[in-house]
């Protein structure tokens, strides 16, 4: 609109746009003045009246704005609220309310519209006057900012543009924000909480909009802000925060003169101190986000020259000529650069182009990868242009957070200044943080920035990094850097921190005592608030610690010369230079200072000593210049009890802290008025003249800390370790906080701007609050402490911190000081790293920016705490609903009064439904106990050898036997209709008249720990937001539930989790909503794995839950797995369970378990008799674990109540039929549906209670699953629960609240268990999901990573042993630097050998990418554990252990890997002279075996400790077919060795082979070699014949096909009967087979072998064939040692199976063993052994098993078992025949859900033990229907022989014997029982992954042995009926406690001379030991 106004002061027509902006402009009217003023005065008129109907426009509009809202909120109401009342099924009334408003709302907007007519016609008419105006021309206004008709527009300032009176400076600067739209960049929540932002509209002086113009039309927005209550028609004092890509739909809105913050203003230009240029909001979201290494980073810090010089990627959107400039003067940069050797990255093409920004035709596209190049880089090119943009601010934001400095290139045909380009720059000042250069000068940047030093490099990243982190870290961060930006602008102060302050002081604070009135007088504050108006803005905004906060005192204030008179002071301090020269007391009496009259305070901090105390104040009460006296007592009702304060004029402030914390002493109480503080513990006796100096020193520096004791450390080069001491020196590293004096300024840094993760390290150490305190101050000022010493005088002493210098040429980044959880890099402050024997390393102290963790004192056991929260929880509940009741009534005063009396009364009755709920959880929480029933009973008598339990009968207790149920199932696959796998359920009629069913919803999220992602990649992409929002969810409900089971994934989260969540989390566990299932490290495998690995990623687990959350799980979760086996189950009954789930079991086993209603039982073990291992266990009944196969048999009906898949969810249900939101319109069907499902899942089971698990892989990552999930099942519960009809009770509920409502439900028995359960024996192997579908391939799948599992879990458990051993014996002898980091390697090795437990992880069942994850993960661990044995050897077989910090003995270990899918190198040891080696036995039995190592020479001898000869036999190593390696030769000798003990040897080099090993014999095969190739060797061509070539040693003959070098026939020779056992490779063929499946397309058909090339080498201590096979070496060796390894033959082969395709190689033994009905045993994790029969119903790979350890087949009179040292698929498909799959290659998947093939082979090693045993006339026929049977102690021997080889170490070339012992064994008798193992001596974790305890947790395994074989040649005995722990050990046994497995549950404490232990056969148990 264009409506002249004549002024006639000036005879001029103002010209005002009612429009888009409002402009002023003037011209002269030359028109009569009398027509003039007439006709103004019709318009004046015309104005009046438009804006009084614009008023009431305005009015209207606000209250149609309101009503609006009102309705908004009553429909959110209604939605909240219940979809039907409980007394009646009518809708809310809230529908009522809501049609009012509508009428209402209807009403207001026809009188607006009657106005805007009205309006109208006023236009209209004013126009027609405006025409008669002579010369007064309207201006049509262009409404774009770049017309020239709105530079006044354009011009706007604060002073013409804004209303200074709403922001007087004797006000704090207030900001009231409104919302518009929706917005996920901000946190409204923290944004709110700022202490500026308002919630009183009319108080505020400025008002933020926040809008996202992208997002929205112009229409809306513009309709938006003209309703807003404080537009004013011009919306002055208004901020639009622009969070949208791009402000141009901006463009077309009338914003009056409100101020615009946004990034990309296009081609438009800032208002200069006006608008404000800020970041891409946008950046800040999940898509866009710059996603990089963090800052903390050792690259960003130490690298401050990176690989390239300057860096550019980008792409030109326009080939204009600003850009072809551009792009030629980059080309001419790269082109000097290259020519003077500069690496620079310079590209104007990108490869992938990043199109995730809004670009503008001028800018250059920023390329994908522009991050990791970024991170390379020293500087990056950031061009600018006419207006900010999109590229030049995302691309200086990837620089900040890189660390890259920028280097701003300027357009020639800029016309702008930096403020109007980049961020802040009105304060901010970039030239600090780059460098700023023309476009003509791009060539030469190379050069300019070439001669740039390290300082300047150092200080300006720095500096950027402070700018990022304390102005754009985070979207929050830039909005509140935006305001201050605005106050600072206007001039005001920040907000008042000692305001802050009264609001976050935890305890009380008050006088000990009244002051003396005479001296309050005297009491003299500072001068607070001094600089409110005259502080530097610039120095604000560029140094720490930011512009946020108005601070009452400052440390670096400049005052007065100290020589200064000050007149008119009377008293107080005088001039220096008024004492004249004094000295000493004279000197000390003239204290002067730069203050003319000052005082300190006293904050003393004390805990638990009153008396000193005492005596200290008395000490303190004359001080001269004391101000007050701050008292913190920390726990002061415990120690303040009857303290009587001294009496002296001195005020004295008591803090009556609740808890102990060192931090409390720097707390800024608003009492603490004076600048000085003088901190000082209770027990510091300093003088009244030493404080009154020190006093003064601090007055002259008042920036620094001055203190008394100091402390200093450096770094001993000669003992490689940090010296640290405390005595009187001028050089010091700190000075303690223990008396010193600080500025007041930083105590408020301290608690509110440094991190909080800091002051929580200091609580959790209690201790270094002075280390903190230290840095913090340097950090700020760049300058050290101050040390005073009284020694010889006063004395002064001003150190160079250490912590500011560089004093190691690899020095440790420290983040110091941590502004809004950033970091202080390493530009900053380099220190050295501190000393171990402190207990405090920086980097621990100071960890990452999302570690912000609070101290929760919680003054109650864990027990009491759940019942008052769960009271406090329902008194809530109960006065809520009151007072909803009240205000309700309140509302309604015209209700009627029978209604009113209804809802009293039930009021009263969900009031009484409470307290007897509240009554019910109290009782059960008082029983609810430590579950102590984990132990093993005593329940037969064991005779001295322990045979009598192997030949007694077992495993016939069970009501379902496993092996006879396979018998019976036809495994047939009929359609079952919806339920494919079963049946079409019926639910009798009346099935639920009498009963009510109970149903438990359990939200899950399934999260594996590496699958099609890696471990690290799953957590950080979904299961660290799956926690985050479960926690988040959970809390806003007390009713909601969900468990959770990796505690590898939750352990990432709980270390980046903050403060609060952890705490939540904690919460949730502790009421149980949260509940932790299994509690395992992972959810491991169970068919590949060993007990070893089971139990030690448990007891990770639960000893992470342990220390973390405090809690103990109770119940078992296992619904991924391929299969299960008793073992597991057996454990966690040990580990003090009850209960446990699971799911992947044959889909025929479930029918059958089913239509006998079994799919609940009692778990128990073979072997037991009674009921001791009974658990109780529940199998789903359906095909998977996800959401359609939960609820109830119908996949299709229980798919719609995912509420994950809605339409637009992502996800969708395979049949067709999406969820439907649950609404007032179809709750009741739908709850119908739902609730048929379960009724129909009830009839499978014997009770009325339900579970229905809630979840699927990864589920709840999205933030808004768990919103839909938990809300539409909320209303379904609503609706069924308030329908007594329905005879349904149903909710959320965890696994243990499932388990816990089936036992009450059917009883229980004494023990615990539910009544009337059958019991159940046996495993569920092998898997099937459907049709023949068989997961047999996994037993075998990647079988390379499954020997490299156990690989490191025999160097893991031989390095736990070791370390605990060595341990102890280093805290005896006093060793304090005894491998200072060796157990931080324990405990990340077993996580990643837990880590590999995990079902998709040993299976071989994850993507290429995964697999080699775990792979490095293994190999780092197995070197890591060869460090650690190395080191533990290093102490104990050192003879003199005061030296063993010397570098004379060194220790090599015989063995490595290069890479993770490398085969074991045998390292060559060079003897020279001699060289000792050093044998280690992990295994606790005596034991004598052949070793092998690899020499440079064959002219060697071997000698014992007692310098005794070895025999000994040297072999030559081949090179290839034709010539052995010259100098790399095997020496093979026995050695003898005691249980955990260590021996050693000596290799001596010899003039004559004579004397020394006897070299072996090699006939060569199938080829020709020449004769004589190696003098001493005896290398001969041999033929094939007929004539077996035979091996012989004390115990077996092997025969060998002469042609083949095959297995032909072996005996044992205590029988001399001789056993067929022909050995042939061959494979399966397939076309279907993938990771998981084994589908052959038949019989194994064998590899041809024909002539192959092999070697015979004979010696007298080993035979052995070497003999090349297609796809496999093999290679067989007889030991002739007498020792265990010459029971059995040895077979290793390394298989390569890489040429093959669709391919599966096997190895079979065909016997003429005749074991009946095909049955033979194999073992189930290594643990027991279970009875396998081939049946002939099932299809081959239905007959596949897994074999962790060993399997076997026997007859009457023998046994032949195959030991394996790793997991494989094994079967016996014919009579007398074991074949075991070895490699898999195929190219297909199986459709499981990997999605590839199995192609990453390896060369794969193998080792087999085949043992023939004959049996003795004691043995009895084990019955056919007995399922279990057991491995002879020769049998257990030789598994644990070949799985736990000997450790070999090779000392140094200079380390001789006399500084070594001979030998070293803990054992007192050098070794265990035959029958007991020693599973593991593991060292219990502290508090921290770096610290152990003095505890160990010793667990022993009691063998189940077959007496009915040879004991022969072992070096032990059977274990008695009883053994004495303590006659073990040659350690002293101080401390002894019996455990559950897992250390969850303790029992009493065992003392006295002897500690007798009852040790059960088969029975694992768990001893804490405290050996000294």
């Not at 001419?332 to 182009?353: E, F, H, M, R």
């Not at 609740?658 to 209770?682: M, Y």
């Not at 491991?1084 to 007990?1091: I, P, Q, R, S, V």
């Not at 499946?1637 to 080993?1662: C, D, Q, W, Y």
């Amino acid at each position: 609109f264009n409506i002249p106004h004549y002024n006639s002061s000036n005879q001029s027509c103002d010209h005002t746009s009612l429009g888009r902006y409002v402009v002023e402009s003037t011209e002269k009217c030359q028109q009569n003045v009398d027509s003039c003023l007439y006709l103004e005065a019709r318009v004046k008129r015309l104005r009046s009246i438009k804006a009084a109907i614009q008023n009431e426009i305005k009015v209207l509009s606000s209250r149609r704005f309101q009503l609006d809202h009102d309705v908004a909120q009553l429909q959110l109401l209604k939605h909240n609220q219940p979809i039907y009342d409980n007394n009646q099924d009518k809708p809310c009334q809230c529908k009522k309310d809501t049609d009012i408003l509508k009428k209402t709302i209807f009403h207001q907007r026809s009188q607006i519209s009657l106005q805007n007519d009205l309006l109208t016609s006023l236009h209209q008419a004013s126009t027609k006057i405006q025409h008669k105006l002579p010369h007064c021309k309207p201006i049509n206004i262009n409404l774009t900012w770049k017309s020239e008709a709105t530079k006044s527009l354009r011009d706007c300032n604060l002073q013409r543009c804004f209303h200074y009176d709403r922001c007087p400076i004797n006000k704090i600067f207030t900001a009231y924000i409104y919302w518009y739209g929706y917005n996920t960049i901000l946190n409204s929540r923290n944004l709110q909480s700022l202490p500026f932002v308002t919630s009183n509209v009319s108080n505020a002086c400025l008002y933020v909009v926040i809008i996202n113009s992208t997002a929205t039309t112009h229409t809306d927005l513009q309709g938006y802000l003209h309703t807003l209550p404080t537009w004013h028609q011009n919306g002055k004092n208004h901020l639009l925060v622009d969070i949208g890509w791009t402000i141009k739909n901006l463009l077309a809105v009338n914003i009056g003169y409100a101020m615009v913050a946004g990034a990309n203003f296009a081609h438009l230009v800032p208002r200069m101190n006006f608008d404000i240029v800020i970041p891409p909001m946008q950046l800040y979201s999940k898509l866009h986000f710059i996603n990089t290494t963090p800052l903390h980073s050792p690259q960003f810090a130490v690298s401050l020259q990176r690989e390239y010089l300057l860096h550019f990627q980008g792409q030109a959107i326009t080939n204009n000529s600003i850009n072809q400039y551009f792009r030629a003067q980059l080309n001419s940069l790269s082109s000097i650069a290259k020519s003077i050797g500069i690496k620079v990255d310079i590209q104007t093409q990108c490869p992938n182009i990043n199109n995730l920004y809004h670009y503008h035709n001028f800018e250059w596209r920023l390329c994908r990868n522009n991050n990791k190049i970024l991170q390379k880089s020293t500087f990056t090119i950031i061009l600018l242009h006419n207006a900010p943009c999109i590229s030049t601010l995302a691309r200086l934001m990837q620089a900040l957070v890189s660390g890259s400095i920028p280097v701003f290139i300027t357009d020639y045909s800029i016309k702008i200044t930096l403020a109007q380009t980049l961020p802040f720059a009105e304060y901010i000042d970039w030239n600090l943080i780059g460098v700023i250069l023309p476009s003509t000068r791009l060539p030469e940047v190379a050069r300019v920035l070439i001669s740039m030093t390290n300082s300047d490099i150092v200080k300006k990243r720095s500096q950027g990094q402070f700018f990022y982190r304390t102005y754009f870290s985070k979207s929050d961060q830039v909005l509140h850097a935006t305001l201050a930006l605005l106050r600072t602008r206007l001039q005001l102060p920040a907000y008042p921190i000692d305001q802050y302050v009264k609001k976050h002081l935890p305890d009380k604070l008050a006088l000990a005592h009244p002051i003396n009135i005479n001296k309050a007088n005297l009491l003299i504050p500072s001068i607070s608030y001094a600089r409110n108006f005259s502080s530097n803005w610039y120095n604000l905004w560029n140094n720490a610690p930011g512009p946020y906060w108005l601070y009452p005192f400052n440390a670096d204030n400049t005052f007065l010369p100290t020589d200064s008179q000050f007149n008119g002071f009377g008293k107080g301090f005088q001039p220096i230079n008024g004492g004249g020269t004094a000295f000493g007391k004279s000197f000390n009496k003239h204290l002067g200072g730069n203050y003319p009259v000052e005082q300190f305070t006293i904050v003393i901090l004390t805990h638990n000593r009153p008396k000193i105390l005492h005596q200290r104040l008395i000490h303190l009460s004359n001080m001269l210049y004391l101000n007050k006296i701050v008292v913190v007592w920390n726990e002061y009702d415990k120690y303040a009890k009857n303290f009587q304060w001294p009496q002296f004029d001195i005020p004295i402030y008591i803090y009556k802290s609740k808890r102990n914390s060192l931090n409390d002493r720097f707390f800024p109480f608003n009492t603490i008025n004076t600048e000085a503080v003088l901190s000082l513990d209770d027990d510091v006796d300093l003088s009244a003249d030493e404080i009154d100096f020190a006093f003064r020193v601090w007055r002259e520096s008042r920036d620094r800390i001055v203190g008394f004791p100091a402390r200093h450390h450096t770094w001993n080069p000669l003992a490689k370790k940090w010296f640290y001491d405390s005595n009187k020196t001028c050089q010091l590293s700190m000075v303690l906080t223990g008396a010193a004096f600080i500025h007041k300024y930083y105590l408020f840094l301290y608690t509110f701007t440094m991190s909080e993760h800091i002051r929580k390290k200091v609580d959790d150490l209690m201790n270094c609050e002075d280390i903190a305190m230290n840095f913090l101050v340097s950090h700020i000022t760049g300058k050290s402490p101050i040390k005073y010493s009284a020694a010889g005088g006063w004395l002064a002493t001003i150190a160079s911190i250490k912590a500011a210098t560089v004093l190691n040429s690899t020095p440790i980044l420290t983040p110091l000081f941590l502004y809004h959880k950033s970091y202080l890099s390493l530009e900053i402050i380099l220190i050295k790293p501190p000393l171990k024997e402190l207990s405090f390393a920086v980097e621990d102290l100071l960890l990452s920016e999302k570690k912000v963790i609070p101290v929760f004192i919680v003054p109650i056991d864990t027990a009491m705490k759940r019942r008052v929260f769960l009271f406090s929880a329902a008194v809530f509940v109960v006065i809520f609903f009151t007072m909803h009741m009240v205000v309700d009534q309140m509302a309604q005063p015209n209700a009627d009064n029978v209604a009113q009396a209804q809802k009293l009364v039930k009021l009263n009755e969900e009031i009484n439904q409470l307290k007897n709920s509240l009554s019910e959880t109290k009782k059960s929480l008082s029983s609810e106990g430590d579950n102590i029933n984990y132990k093993a009973k005593q329940l037969i008598s064991v005779d001295s050898t322990g045979c009598s339990f192997a030949q007694s009968e077992s495993g016939l207790s069970a009501d379902i036997k496993m092996l006879d149920i396979y018998k019976i199932i036809p495994f047939d696959n009929p359609d079952g209709g919806a339920w494919k796998q079963g049946w079409d359920i019926n639910v009798p009629s009346g099935a639920f008249d009498n009963e009510i069913l109970q149903v438990f919803v359990v939200p899950h999220s399934h999260n594996d720990p590496g699958w099609i992602k890696t471990f690290q990649r799953y957590y950080l992409d979904q299961s660290k937001h799956i926690i985050s929002n479960v926690v988040a969810n959970l809390e806003s409900n007390p009713n909601r539930k969900f468990i959770w089971a990796e505690i590898s994934f939750l352990s990432l989260w709980w270390n980046d989790a903050s403060a609060a969540q952890r705490s939540s989390f904690k919460k949730l566990v502790n009421n149980g909503q949260l509940e932790i299932v299994t509690g395992g490290w992972v959810m491991n495998d169970e068919a590949n794995t060993n007990y070893y690995a089971m139990i030690d990623q448990m007891i990770e687990g639960h000893e992470w839950v342990r220390l973390n959350i405090g809690v103990k799980p109770r119940v078992g979760w296992s619904i991924d797995p391929f299969g299960y086996t008793p073992t597991m189950a057996y454990l966690l009954k040990r580990m003090g369970m009850d209960s446990m789930l699971i799911q992947r079991v044959h889909y025929s086993v479930k029918k059958y378990l089913a239509q006998k209603r079994q799919l609940e039982f009692m778990w128990r073990q073979n072997w037991d008799r009674g009921s001791n291992t009974d658990i109780l266990c529940h199998v789903m009944p359906f095909y998977s674990y996800d959401i359609p196969h939960t609820c109830g048999p119908d996949p299709a009906v229980c798919c719609q109540f995912d509420f994950q898949r809605l339409p637009g969810g992502g996800v969708y249900c395979p049949w067709n039929i999406p969820p439907q939101p649950i609404s007032h319109a179809n709750v009741q069907q739908r709850a119908s549906m739902l609730l048929q499902q379960y009724r129909k899942k009830a009839q499978l089971f014997r009770t009325n209670v339900v579970i229905a698990p809630l979840g699927d892989d990864f589920r709840y990552a999205d933030p808004q699953e768990p919103v839909r999930q938990f809300t539409n099942y909320e209303k379904l519960f609503q609706y069924m629960n308030s329908k007594p009809e329905l005879k349904v009770k149903i909710q959320f509920g965890t696994l243990s609240d499932y388990f816990k409502a089936l036992r009450k439900s059917t009883g229980q028995n004494d023990d615990g268990s539910p009544k009337g359960y059958p019991k159940l024996g046996g495993d569920f192997m092998t898997y099937a999901d459907r049709d023949q579908h068989y997961w047999s391939g996994y037993f075998t799948s990647r079988p390379f990573y499954k020997n490299l599992d156990r690989v490191l879990e025999t160097k893991h458990r031989a390095a736990e042993i070791a370390y605990s051993l060595a341990s102890r014996v280093a805290a005896k002898e006093k060793i304090s630097n005894y491998a200072t980091n060796q157990f931080s390697l324990l405990v990340k090795s077993r996580r990643n050998l837990g880590l590999f437990q995990h079902h998709d992880g040993v299976t071989g069942t994850a993507k290429d990418h995964v697999v080699i994850d775990y792979g490095n993960r293994m190999v780092e661990s197995v070197r890591d554990m060869q460090s650690v044995i190395a080191s533990a050897a290093k102490l104990l077989m050192t003879k003199d252990k005061e030296s063993y910090g010397s570098n004379d003995i060194q220790f090599d270990v015989d063995e490595s890997r290069a890479t993770h899918d490398s085969l074991t190198k045998k390292h060559v040891l060079s003897v020279t002279k001699s060289r000792i080696v050093v044998f280690y036995n992990s295994l606790a039995q005596k034991r004598k075996e052949l070793v092998s190592i690899h020499v440079s020479t064959p002219n060697i001898k071997v000698v014992d400790a007692n310098d005794q000869t070895i025999a000994c036999q040297i072999n030559l190593q081949w090179r290839d077919k034709n010539s052995p390696h010259e100098n790399e030769f095997e020496v093979l000798f026995p050695i003898e060795i005691s249980g955990l003990g260590f021996t050693r040897v000596t290799i001596k080099k010899i003039d004559s082979s004579s004397e020394g090993c006897k070299p072996s014999k090699t006939s060569i095969y199938n080829h020709k070699v020449k004769q004589n190739l190696m003098k001493g060797f005896d290398v001969r061509n041999a033929e094939c014949g007929k004539d077996y070539i035979t091996m012989e040693n004390s115990f077996l003959i092997a025969d060998f096909d002469r042609c083949t070098g095959l297995l032909q026939n072996i005996a044992d020779k205590s029988s001399g009967i001789k056993r067929s056992a022909e050995l042939r490779f061959l494979q399966y063929t397939t076309v279907s087979s993938g990771a998981y499946l084994f589908l052959p397309t038949g019989t194994a058909k064998e590899v041809h072998i024909r002539n192959p090339f092999f070697r015979h080498i004979s010696g007298f201590l080993r035979d052995e064939i070497q003999a090349y096979y297609p796809n496999v070496y093999h290679n067989v060796k007889l030991v002739d040692t007498n020792g265990i390894d010459s029971r059995s033959l040895h077979i290793h082969n390394i298989v390569d199976v890489r040429d093959m395709n669709n391919r599966e190689l096997i190895m079979r033994i065909s016997t003429n063993i005749r074991n009946s009905n095909r049955e033979y045993f194999t073992d189930l994790n290594g643990f027991q052994m279970q009875r396998r029969r081939t049946l002939d119903k099932l299809p081959l790979q239905a007959n596949y098993y897994p074999m962790p350890t060993m399997a076997f087949l026997q007859d009457a009179r023998l046994r032949m078992t195959l030991h394996s040292m790793q997991a494989s698929g094994i079967a016996s498909l014919t009579q007398g025949a074991l074949e075991v799959m070895l490699d898999r290659r195929l190219g297909q998947d199986d459709n499981r859900g990997l999605g590839q093939g199995v192609h990453d082979n390896k060369r794969t090693p193998y080792h087999f033990a085949l043992l023939l045993e004959n049996m003795t006339k004691k043995q009895t026929t084990v019955k056919a229907k007995i399922p279990i049977a057991y491995p002879s102690l020769i049998g257990h021997a030789v598994s644990q022989t070949i799985n736990h080889p000997m450790n070999i170490l090779f000392g140094d070339e200079k380390l001789s014997d006399e500084k070594l012992l001979k030998s070293y064994s803990p054992l007192k008798s050098s070794s265990f029982p035959c029958d007991l193992h020693l599973v593991t001596a593991r060292s219990i974790q502290g508090e921290s992954n770096s610290k152990a305890t003095d505890e160990t947790a010793i667990i022993l395994h009691r063998y189940g042995y077959d007496c009915g074989y040879s004991m022969t040649p072992l070096l032990c005995t059977p274990l008695g009926s009883k053994i004495d722990f303590r006659s073990l050990w040659n350690l002293e046994v101080s401390k002894f406690k019996e455990t559950s497995l897992t250390m969850m549950h303790e029992e009493s404490e065992k003392s006295g001379e002897s500690i007798d232990l009852l040790l059960q056969p088969m029975e694992l148990y768990t001893y804490k030991v405290k050996f000294n």
